[in-house]
């Protein structure tokens, strides 16, 4: 649980679980910080390798041996909140804290299955428009990202398309990936541009960068490099390795944790190093290797429990955490793929997970499904509603009401009554017909409800992005041609 303290009781405000003791987190952390000091990391990056030697770490070529105290220090200057804001004003859309989770689709899978066919195509420009719409229609799922990686676009440029595209159809946060800085800086300026100019984007970041380390323990010039560029201009960014249990790191949970939590605290050290109190977020996708079948399962088990236990480590020294949920190794929407997506959603909600993504992922991430999405919009419903706990106090344990109806009586016209059913879940997927109008209905199933409401989400939600500016429509063109000549240039 939980826990604040209120005059002479305890409030429960969310109902949460502990997976490890205070030792065993306390070990796992130590290994953390004997692996980086002991081994070390391989940083291909000789401006970040510079930083870090000037800053007492031990460089030896392209290995980097982070002392203890450097990893301390750096996770002293992490800021305990982050606040992230619509494009269009000072609404506040993401509230990063110990706690508060949002969820969202994940990025870069090649293939995506057809809104209208239904048959599995690669994904193409268009698809990051309607995934951006739907899940701005979408009231549980809390920022957007690509759930595909565009492939009919200039080769290098899927990145600043998807975002340029996404971030004029939706309100709520862009969380986006990039090849190398030139795509972190065209994003960057897509942000400002959107914002209403630099100072404007300062206040209200408007965005999340998203970046990865190679596992095991490898920060690649370019994830390293963007990291730079993201924590010299302040911008919000994930920092996360996709760790495979048995493959990458060890086969053992607790081992796991160690090298992941490892791999990214290269990047927390480097951001915190370059501006100190800068958002970073590491986490990733924690799973394991299917050895009979030789995929990266994203439907087992393991991966809630490993997500949730790095969770946990995170909370432990005050990093937030990107997690993973809503995802199937099964390939089409079926009764599998609904299991694996409602147990993950509910482990990641109750774990207390900041950010957590791949929400419509299929066939073990190869495969985006907005409409699997659009089914894990309705168990995250659920599953909040549940982590929500109860609310005891004297309205609620509605004593007086129970004394007035007393022994035989109903409650169907009481005022308390009234107010209070219209709090009680009201799911728009879900069946709860009668059998009679079930029947009647068409007999439908959920396969059918959620066709039904996906496609009528695609062809009538407008979106925003008819508010968009002209002049900020015209930059932003600007800013894709300019990178279209510079791929072609080179």
């Known amino acids: 649980m939980i826990h604040d303290k209120v005059t002479n009781y305890i409030a429960n405000d969310t109902v949460q679980f502990s997976m490890m003791s205070e030792d065993q987190k306390e070990r796992i952390f130590n290994g953390v910080i004997k692996t980086l000091n002991d081994t070390g990391a391989d940083v291909h990056h000789e401006g970040a390798r510079e930083l870090l030697a000037k800053n007492r770490c031990k460089v ?8 203890p105290e450097i990893v301390r220090q750096a996770l002293s200057t992490l800021p305990p909140t982050t606040t992230l ?9 993401c509230y990063v804290e110990r706690g508060r989770s949002y969820f969202g689709p994940g990025p870069t899978p090649p293939n995506f299955i057809d809104p209208d066919t239904l048959e599995r195509r690669p994904y193409l420009r268009k698809d990051a428009t309607t995934v951006a719409r739907v899940c701005d229609a979408l009231p549980n799922i809390g920022y ?9 676009v200039t080769n290098g440029l899927a990145d600043i398309y998807e975002f340029a595209d996404m971030i004029q159809n939706t309100r709520k946060i862009v969380m986006n990936w990039a090849f190398t800085r030139d795509g972190v800086r065209d994003e960057h300026r897509v942000g400002i541009v959107m914002a209403g100019g630099e100072e404007a984007f300062k206040k209200r970041p408007n965005y ?25 201009h302040r911008i919000p960014q994930v920092y996360s390795p996709c760790a495979i249990g048995g493959g990458t790191v060890p086969a053992t949970h607790a081992g796991q944790l160690v090298v992941a939590m490892s791999e990214s605290m290269v990047g927390v050290v480097v951001s915190q190093l370059m501006n100190p109190g800068t958002c970073i977020i590491i986490g990733g996708v924690q799973s394991i290797l299917d050895m009979r079948h030789t995929i990266y399962s994203y439907g087992a088990p393991e991966l809630s429990i490993l997500s949730a236990g790095l969770t946990e480590m995170l909370q ?24 694996e997506a409602a147990l993950s959603i509910h482990m990641a909600m ?29 168990v995250i419903g659920m599953s909040r509603l549940i982590a929500g706990g109860l609310d005891v106090n004297e309205e609620t344990m509605a004593v007086e009401q129970i004394c007035n109806v007393g022994p035989g009586g109903h409650y169907l ?16 997927l879900m069946d709860r017909n009668s059998y009679e109008d079930w029947d009647a209905q068409g007999r439908t199933t959920m396969k059918d409800r959620i066709l039904k409401k996906t496609r009528d989400l695609i ?26 000549e510079r791929v072609r240039s080179n």
């Open 208 to 232: 999340i960068s998203y970046g990865e380390p190679i596992s095991p323990l490898v920060s690649d010039y370019h994830a390293i490099d963007k990291c730079m560029y993201n924590a010299e």
């Open 350 to 378: 109750l774990s207390g997970a900041n950010f957590v993504h791949d929400n419509g992922y299929t066939e073990s991430g190869m495969t985006g499904d907005i409409y699997q999405t659009v089914l894990d919009d309705e």
């Open 144 to 152: 957007v990202q690509s759930l595909g990686s565009i492939n009919d």
């Open 413 to 428: 016209y009481e005022d308390h009554t009234m107010k209070w059913f219209r709090k009680h879940y009201q799911p728009t």
């Open 459 to 484: 062809e009538n939600y407008e979106g925003p992005s008819k508010r968009v500016p002209p002049e900020a429509k015209k930059d932003i063109q600007k800013i894709l041609d300019e990178a279209e």
């Open 60 to 67: 030896d070529g392209i290995r980097v041996r982070i002392p």
């Open 316 to 339: 432990f020294v005050g990093l937030p955490m990107y997690s993973t949920s809503g995802c199937t190794d099964t390939k089409c929407l079926e009764l599998q793929s609904g299991i």
């Open 85 to 93: 804001y619509s494009w269009d004003g000072n609404e506040e859309m």
